[in-house]
């Protein structure tokens, strides 16, 4: 993938930097808002990295300009630790997806992973399937080879948010921000107790675990 | 009406000095006027008495009966009976007057007019009346008081069209001037009050540069709040500072981290040891973001960005997350509302989030297993409560309120386990919203109210 990094910090930029490209991009790397502006413009990227905080033009600015010339390449937007309203900011500003700093770099994987396939997820059927196990997003019935397993809501829409994303990582703080609307770091592990439920309900006496924990990242459920 | 005036505005003291003065005013000036009053009348008074006497001496003065008779019949016709009135009553004959009847009198007496009874001419309204005996008969001399009268009515007149106006003037200029004193002090106060509460950017409005007290303390006071507003300012820099210079190394960290725990080649042990340097990192990030969320709360800068937000749906919603936690150690959490209706509170729907999630927390953290969280809801027609309770040992009286106090924070941060920033962030968080954070006893246990105002 090629992806443009525009971050001030002179060494957490190039770490990002280095790091999307011992995973195989291609990245361009920037410090300066200006010459971000004009590279995403010009050069045709899968996604931008831009940091909230920039020399020249910050961050907000230049995602609001991007997205003013039509520009739809996915943007995910670095805001800083302690930013109450920066992520809100960075939003309205068009950014697709934020990540406060510092992350570790799982997250940023997975990030990265889910904008690349974003539009992708519109088209979602009404029924959704791994393996035996089959959810229906109308009538909302979840079965696994042909048994139907009760699901409290949350536990339905966890497990819906999963196999719409089959295959790929979804890390804890992506699940506590889409399934339970959660933005801030709570020190309960809520989504571990969920998905330790989740798979008593989904998984248990099954010989094939469709839930799968992907260590420092997050879960998934395996593709066939 | 000067009284009714002061009345409801005594706890202002330009006002309440104004008053009294106008009142000691009033008062010295009565008593002046008084004084001066009946030491004049005084006065008059033994100048008439005097020239009563003398009228009396020169007709005692008169031996002869006859003479004595010739001469009270001569002034009878001529003495004008509004300046002076005598009546003759021989032993024998008929009564010489120039009234047609004068009342009986003992001694040195006033005696109005209503009491006379006059012969053709008009009277004065009072008269002093000596009565006397003479060669054959009994004779009283009756001088006018007129000039008394006019006094008074001089003096009234004086009071009148020179005192009242001046003491009006005086009054309704004092009062406007206290006033607008009182206007002066009066923002003086609610500027003290703002910057107190933590408004470093409010100041006494129009204050000039002129000799004069108030003028000099609303200057002080901005000067004052000029030199706090730099010293917060400066303490946010020095804070901002050494956040940003530890934000970058923590992100370095982390992401070196997340490098290292990216090797494949990683044999268990050293994979555990990077995992659990991970997970302290997480620790450290976690107290840091609170310490810098704390500090943009306070700032106050969130606020323009609140929204409606329904607490009920919120609480239920993270209710139900915590539920099958709780279960895991053991605890039970309960929800209950007044209504099933939506209760929207002006906020931020992640901070107000964040307020129930730390509760919940510190309830799950504090409370034994086996232990009970109530999350309770009301509503009434101005504020929305939020009550969390539970029935584990509570915190002391004496410990309540310094949990809340600022300064202790940071103190109790260094002594208590986790990052013990829970409910200085969920006190900050509050205070944001405008809502009144108490903790108070549940018998047993712990219940942490949140009133929130519903703005109309």
């Known amino acids: 993938m090629k992806i443009l990094v525009v971050e001030d910090d002179k060494t957490a930029g190039p770490y990002i930097a280095g790091g999307l490209r011992e995973e195989g991009h291609s990245v361009d790397f920037l410090t300066h808002g200006q010459e971000g502006l004009v590279q995403a413009m010009a050069g045709s990227y899968d996604i931008l990295i831009v940091d909230r905080m920039l020399p020249g033009i910050d961050g907000v600015s230049l995602v609001k300009t991007l997205r003013g010339a039509k520009n739809r390449v996915p943007i995910l937007f670095l805001t800083a630790l302690g930013g109450v309203d920066d992520r809100i900011e960075g939003l309205d500003a068009g950014a697709d997806d934020y990540l406060v700093k510092p992350f570790v770099f799982g997250e940023l994987r997975a990030r990265i992973a889910a904008l690349c396939r974003r539009p992708q997820l519109a088209e979602a059927p009404t029924s959704l399937r791994a393996h035996d196990l089959e959810l229906d997003r109308l009538s909302r019935k979840v079965t696994r080879s042909g048994k139907t397993i009760d699901l409290l809501p949350r536990e339905f829409a966890l497990l819906e948010h999963l196999l719409r994303r089959k295959g790929r990582v979804q890390t804890r703080t992506m699940l506590l921000e889409s399934v339970w609307d959660i933005h801030f770091d709570p020190l309960t592990n809520i989504v571990e107790t969920h998905i330790s439920r989740l798979r008593g309900k989904v998984d248990k006496d099954h010989n094939v675990q469709l839930i799968e924990t992907v260590r420092g990242a997050g879960y998934r459920i395996i593709e066939e | ?456």
């Open chain 2, 1 to 456: 009406m000067i009284v009714r005036l002061i009345a409801p505005e005594m706890r202002s003291t330009p006002l309440r000095l104004t008053g009294m003065l106008i009142l000691i005013f009033t008062f010295s000036s009565l008593v002046t006027f008084g004084i001066a009053y009946l030491f004049l009348r005084n006065t008059i008074d033994t100048v008439l008495e005097e020239q009563l006497n003398q009228s009396v001496v020169s007709y005692t003065s008169i031996k002869d009966a006859n003479d004595l008779e010739e001469r009270l019949i001569a002034d009878a016709k001529s003495v004008d009976p509004s300046v002076m009135i005598f009546t003759f009553e021989p032993t024998a004959g008929p009564t010489i007057s120039n009234v047609t009847s004068f009342p009986l009198i003992a001694g040195l007496t006033i005696v109005r007019d209503a009491d006379i009874v006059p012969a053709h001419r008009e009277l004065s309204d009072s008269y002093l009346a000596i009565p006397a005996q003479v060669a054959g008969g009994r004779l009283i001399v009756a001088q006018t008081r007129g000039q008394i009268i006019e006094m008074g009515e001089v003096f009234a007149a004086v009071f009148l069209i020179g005192l009242l106006p001046t003491l009006l003037i005086a009054s309704t200029v004092g009062l406007l001037a206290a006033r607008r004193a009182r206007d002066r002090v009066e923002a003086i106060r609610t500027t003290l009050l703002d910057l107190t509460h933590g408004t470093l950017t409010s100041r006494v409005p129009n204050v000039a540069d002129v000799p004069d007290d108030l003028e000099q303390i609303g200057l002080a006071v901005n000067r004052m709040a000029t030199a706090q507003a730099k010293t917060v300012a400066s303490l946010k820099q020095v804070s901002d500072d050494i956040a940003h210079d530890l934000k970058t190394p923590i992100q370095r960290v982390a992401i070196q981290l997340g490098r290292l725990q990216n090797r494949k080649n990683l044999d268990a042990e050293q994979a555990e040891i990077v995992e659990n340097a991970v997970i302290e990192t997480e620790g450290i990030v976690r107290t840091f973001q609170s310490l810098l969320q704390i500090a943009q709360i306070e700032s106050g800068r969130v606020k323009e960005r609140f929204v409606p937000v329904d607490v009920r749906q919120l609480s239920e919603n993270l209710v139900e997350a915590f539920t099958p936690i709780a279960e895991e150690s053991d605890h039970v959490i309960t929800f209950a509302s007044d209504q099933n209706d939506a209760m929207f509170v002006q906020g931020d729907r992640q901070l107000l989030s964040q307020v129930l999630v730390n509760l919940l927390e510190n309830g799950l953290r504090h409370v034994p297993s086996g232990g009970a969280i109530i999350v309770q809801l009301s509503q009434s027609n101005d504020h929305i409560e939020l009550a969390v309770s539970d029935d584990g040992p509570g915190v002391p009286t004496a410990e309540r309120e310094k949990v809340l106090r600022r300064l202790y924070r940071l103190e109790r941060s260094r002594t208590s386990e986790g990052n013990g920033l829970g409910l200085s962030l969920v006190a900050a968080i509050c205070e944001l919203h405008d809502a009144k954070l108490t903790l108070a006893d549940a018998m047993p246990g712990l219940i942490v109210r949140i009133v929130f105002p519903i703005k109309s």
